[in-house]
């Protein structure tokens, strides 16, 4: 079994910074992606950030040059650097693990359980 623990969200004023940390729990041969993704009241859930386990990352538009994701592949954990935050960032972020490789068994995805971020001031 895989649990994605989320920490780190809160309440901040536009312009600040805000980190979110994400642990994936369990015996864990091998996670190939792993991102965030993010949903405010009334929309959809949508791509903010997300590394592969070699290194490639890929943003969304609306974050580019004020996020930053890293990942750490020994300890199967994933972080995303959050400045320059603006009230149209408010909404709940989910750590998304995919392709997670366990001992016999394969899950195509795996979320977290979601951490609320506020923009305002």
């Known amino acids: 079994q895989v649990q994605l623990v989320e920490s780190g969200g809160g309440l901040v004023q536009p312009g600040g910074s805000l980190r979110l940390s994400c642990a994936a729990v369990g015996r864990i041969f091998s996670i190939r992606t792993m991102g965030w993704y993010r949903q405010a009241p009334g929309k959809q859930r949508d791509m903010v950030a997300a590394v592969t386990k070699d290194g490639h990352t890929n943003y969304a538009d609306s974050v580019k040059g004020r996020f930053t994701i890293s990942r750490d592949n020994a300890k199967n954990t994933v972080s995303l650097q959050m400045n320059g935050l603006k009230p149209e960032d408010t909404a709940v972020y989910y750590c998304?693990?995919?392709?997670?490789?366990?001992?016999?068994?394969?899950?195509?995805?795996?979320w977290g359980q979601g951490t609320l971020v506020t923009v305002s001031s």
């Open positions: 998304n693990g995919r392709e997670v490789q366990i001992p016999s068994y394969f899950y195509a995805e795996v």
